[in-house]
């Protein structure tokens, strides 16, 4: 590990030291998340999130990936009056969590739970959010991003989560084993379409495993 690598590993250490968890049930729902070990953003980019839904206090929120709900729990903390979430997920274990999670946290009225692949749901979805995470496998974010364009409305933001693929990202895909080159291909293409496109403004932000923040400044044009 080099210099710099260190450097930032110790960055990160001392902000999470920094920082305290949230209070309340959610911070105990990220308490247990962390100490089981199971899948849930880290506390930088938790706090970052925090920050900016409490400038942005979304009414409609789309969730891609519930995993066990705390994002959605985090997000619920910061939701304009009568916000609503909306969460996909295909994973029966996950969506068992993540609805007793809601039940924890009492919220089960402001999140809609959609069980299924986000592939066949996005394409049925006809609202606007202004508000979209995006968490979920990391080789369809390409795939899902024109459904993202089109359900985003124009000043909201979208956040994706993971971009950076354990460091991996700048890479060449001969230097990346065989089994995680296609992953490794689709989010160089995601990445490369937000950034090089006019309808968001985007900055890539090194926390966590990387996220991109993306603000929807104009419609896409009809082809």
């Known amino acids: 590990m080099d210099n710099l690598s260190e450097n930032i590993?110790?960055?990160?250490?001392?902000?999470?030291?920094?920082?305290?968890?949230?209070?309340g049930k959610l911070g105990e729902v990220q308490k247990k998340a962390y100490a089981d070990n199971i899948p849930a953003i880290p506390k930088e980019t938790a706090?970052?999130?925090?920050?900016?839904?409490?400038?942005?206090r979304p009414k409609n929120v789309l969730e891609i990936g519930t995993a066990t709900g705390f994002s959605a729990s985090l997000i619920s903390r910061y939701l304009a009056e009568d916000g609503r979430i909306t969460t996909i997920?295909?994973?029966?274990?996950?969506?068992?969590?993540?609805k007793k999670t809601f039940g924890f946290m009492g919220i089960e009225d402001k999140v809609t739970v959609l069980e299924g692949d986000a592939a066949e749901i996005l394409p049925t979805l006809t609202g606007k959010y202004d508000f979209i995470f995006l968490d979920a496998a990391k080789g369809q974010y390409i795939y899902?991003?024109?459904?993202?364009?089109k359900l985003l409305d124009?000043?909201?933001?979208?956040i994706a989560d993971d971009i950076?693929?354990?460091?991996?990202i700048s890479q060449s895909r001969y230097e990346i084993p065989r089994r995680q080159r296609t992953i490794h291909s689709r989010m160089r293409a995601f990445l490369w379409e937000i950034c090089h496109s006019d309808v968001f403004e985007t900055a890539l932000?090194?926390?966590?495993?990387?996220?991109?923040?993306?603000?929807?400044?104009?419609e896409a044009k009809e082809e």
């Open 205 to 218: 932000i090194p926390i966590g495993d990387g996220i991109a923040f993306c603000h929807k400044v104009k």
């Open 144 to 149: 899902f991003l024109p459904y993202i364009e």
């Open 47 to 56: 706090k970052f999130l925090s920050v900016i839904l409490s400038i942005k």
């Open 9 to 23: 590993n110790e960055t990160i250490k001392y902000i999470n030291e920094l920082e305290d968890f949230f209070d």
């Open 89 to 98: 997920d295909r994973y029966e274990i996950m969506l068992n969590s993540a």
């Open 164 to 168: 950076f693929q354990g460091g991996n």
């Open 154 to 158: 124009v000043g909201g933001i979208l």
